[in-house]
């Protein structure tokens, strides 16, 4: 008899216990305040360099504040940039298209001076043709050194790209979380020369329930205040993502918000405490 009815108290205890967590969770921040909540970068690049070679040097250590297109490091490129210095020479340099003007400006002088000479019969139909010919190959020789400089040009401009990809620049603001390569060793497009974490956004991630999903929009405003450290002030949060399924095995979804942190005061990694404003 004992036992029937400390059964049927727990039937009812626990039936008490749902009744009152469905009551108590019927707003957004009701869930959320049972929710976990976790702030982390917004972005984890593994930096590599886009070709090969030995690296000269790496401008970043562990921990450091990096802007976007920052150099983080650079190969040995000192022949790259002979290339480049001929290569300018060469695309500045107006001495064989001066020479063929040179040579175009007589080659048509002597046309018009055989027309004349042709109109008086002077000179042969045969010599004014010979002369138009000249002036043409000559005429051509110019256009063709004129083309010359500006594929010259390119050829600078193609230079200076090869060279681009022996630095490694940094693809957004962040911090370097790890180096791991350094000056004289060699580096690929396959081994990271460093590690960065973008923290500015950062992103916060929620995990709430099935039956939370309806009362969550995109846009939503929160504060999101992190745990650590002690005493750390709450940041305004906006939802930017809403998982478009639900995880079958754990019966929660995943919410993510931005958190803007232009100042880098906000630590990445850590857990978070959430309320939706109105």
């Known amino acids: 008899m004992i036992s029937r009815r400390r059964a049927s108290f727990a039937t009812v205890l626990g039936?008490?216990?749902?009744?009152?967590?469905?009551?108590?969770?019927?707003t957004l921040n009701d869930y959320a305040n049972h929710a976990s909540c976790l702030i982390r970068p917004n972005n984890t690049y593994k930096l590599s360099i886009a070709t090969q070679g030995t690296l000269a040097r790496v401008g970043v250590e562990r921990a450091d504040k990096v802007q976007k297109g920052q150099v983080i490091a650079q190969l040995e490129s000192?022949?790259?940039?002979?290339q480049i210095a001929a290569a300018k020479v060469r695309a500045s340099m107006d001495t064989i298209i001066q020479l063929k003007t040179a040579v175009y400006a007589a080659a048509a002088s002597k046309v018009e001076r055989q027309r004349k000479l042709n109109v008086i019969a002077v000179s042969s139909t045969q010599s004014l043709e010979e002369a138009q010919s000249a002036a043409a190959v000559a005429k051509a020789e110019v256009e063709q050194a004129e083309l010359d400089k500006k594929l010259a040009?390119?050829?600078?401009?193609?230079?200076?790209?090869?060279?681009?990809?022996?630095?490694?620049?940094?693809p957004a603001n962040g911090v370097i979380t790890s180096v791991?390569?350094?000056?004289?060793?060699?580096?690929?497009?396959?081994?990271?020369?460093?590690?960065?974490s973008e923290i500015d956004p950062l992103k916060v991630d929620l995990y709430l329930p099935a039956s939370a999903y309806p009362n969550i929009s995109l846009g939503a405003r929160a504060r999101v205040t992190p745990r650590e450290p002690p005493g750390a002030a709450a940041a305004e949060a906006i939802v930017a993502t809403k998982d478009p399924q639900i995880d079958a095995s754990s019966d929660l979804f995943l919410v993510q918000l931005k958190m803007p942190n232009p100042d880098g005061k906000i630590l990445a990694g850590v857990e978070c405490s959430i309320q939706f404003q109105p």
């Open 180 to 196: 791991d390569l350094h000056p004289g060793e060699f580096a690929d497009p396959t081994n990271p020369v460093a590690t960065m």
């Open 78 to 82: 000192a022949v790259e940039e002979a």
């Open 153 to 170: 040009g390119l050829e600078v401009e193609r230079l200076e790209a090869s060279l681009e990809r022996r630095f490694l620049r940094a």
């Open 15 to 26: 039936l008490a216990l749902t009744f009152a967590e469905s009551v108590y969770c019927e």
